[in-house]
């Protein structure tokens, strides 16, 4: 990568969408960030994009600034992808060792994965995203993350398979199309914040992310190293907004505001009495225990979900490295003692870690993952040839899985 070379990441997010452009210093491993902004988002309902055109036209007026400030046409790019359609399985493939001397050889492990691939049974208009092996298996001897060069008869994996609404995402493709830009790779948006807010130490002992945006929240959970869950959550900071402006009876944008100024999870101290000017022009008063006690029934509601999904896979209260909150809904106050309470889980709010001017706007963590990504796939390597989360590792098997993909 030659000193001059940017990444760009776009986040396409239910409430804003953000565009990053970055390039690498050449003096350290930080990145430096060369345009930075967000436009409210149009077309797009709880992280899905349900109008291409309308998003179109928002990409493009960042795309125009980002020009504008950089001096450099933005050809490509890093995009997330979110929303409900979004989801997890497990599939398990297994092929007999080719050659004569039973040495597993690269031809091996890759007709086992296309078998794990081929045994992914998804409706008819779904679709691959990403795949990730978790392990292999050489006769009967489980917990190999690399098989190839060892010695066996019987080779076995077990994959886990991130696949989407193929309208959906179709429809966020042709957004990005619409512009002529070309699309590097999509990534599901918990999984880039886990590239930027999780070390790898972090993702080896157990850990996860939650991101709470702003229609939906994501969960990602690792174990060593490795992505072992993933789900997608129907509730996000607006539902938290649009509980305030029923239970206060005010209107949403002056719920919001409320909330940003106001706002906690957890209510302390004695209770006192706020004022606000309604769009009438009227001054109103409430109680700031009754708007505390609004706010934490709902993001209780988004923790007691995110139990559920830990107990799927029976790591309630069984993550050493705890659980990091990020996105713009993670900037309640006394999120975290919260999500202590109701998690039984060492918790803290995310770092953005490789971009010093960015480290605690949570709501960019998304756009920053997405851009360190590239940078890491492109110029470090360090997940090349591996089976961690890697852009690199997904280009390739998803070449193996483009005969089977709906």
Not at 156 to 184: D, R
Not at 343 to 371: D, M, N, Q, W
């Amino acid at each position: 990568m030659s000193k001059n070379e940017i990444i760009t990441g776009l986040d396409i997010g239910s409430s804003t969408i953000k565009l990053l452009v970055a390039t690498k210093r050449s003096d350290d491993s930080e990145l430096e960030i060369l345009f930075k902004g967000g436009e409210p988002s149009l077309g797009i309902r709880r992280g899905v994009v349900l109008d291409p055109d309308k998003v179109s036209r928002i990409i493009q007026i960042l795309i125009d600034k980002a020009r504008v400030e950089t001096g450099q046409k933005i050809d490509s790019l890093f995009v997330n992808i979110g929303g409900c359609h979004l989801s997890c399985t497990f599939s398990q493939g297994m092929v007999a060792v080719s050659r004569a001397d039973k040495n597993i050889s690269k031809e091996d492990v890759d007709r086992v994965l296309e078998e794990a691939a081929k045994s992914v049974s998804l409706s008819s208009n779904s679709e691959i995203l990403e795949t990730i092996p978790r392990e292999f298996i050489i006769d009967g001897n489980k917990g190999i993350k690399e098989a190839e060069g060892l010695e066996g008869h019987r080779l076995e994996t077990e994959i886990l398979v991130l696949s989407g609404f193929t309208p959906y995402k179709k429809n966020l493709v042709q957004a990005i199309l619409n512009l002529e830009i070309q699309i590097l790779d999509i990534v599901p948006s918990v999984i880039a914040d886990s590239s930027i807010v999780l070390s790898q130490r972090q993702k080896e002992l157990g850990a996860a992310v939650l991101n709470i945006g702003a229609g939906t929240s994501e969960l990602a959970v690792f174990e060593e190293g490795e992505l072992i869950h993933f789900a997608v959550l129907p509730i996000g900071s607006a539902n938290i907004t649009s509980d305030i402006a029923v239970g206060l009876k005010i209107d949403v944008d002056i719920a919001e505001v409320i909330k940003i100024k106001l706002g906690s999870c957890v209510f302390k101290g004695k209770d006192k009495k706020e004022k606000v000017e309604t769009e009438s022009g009227e001054e109103m008063t409430f109680s700031q225990k009754a708007l505390v006690k609004i706010i934490e029934a709902r993001v209780s509601e988004i923790f007691e979900e995110t139990q559920k999904e830990l107990k799927k896979i029976s790591k309630q209260s069984l993550l050493p490295a705890g659980l990091v909150l990020t996105g713009g809904g993670a900037k309640l106050p006394k999120i975290v003692e919260l999500a202590k309470k109701e998690l039984k889980l060492p918790c803290r709010l995310g770092k953005i870690s490789h971009f010093p001017e960015i480290e605690e706007e949570l709501s960019y963590t998304t756009v920053a993952g997405l851009v360190f990504r590239g940078f890491d796939s492109e110029e470090f390597g360090s997940w090349k040839g591996s089976k961690k989360i890697s852009i690199g590792f997904f280009n390739k098997i998803k070449k193996f899985f483009k005969n089977f993909l709906p």
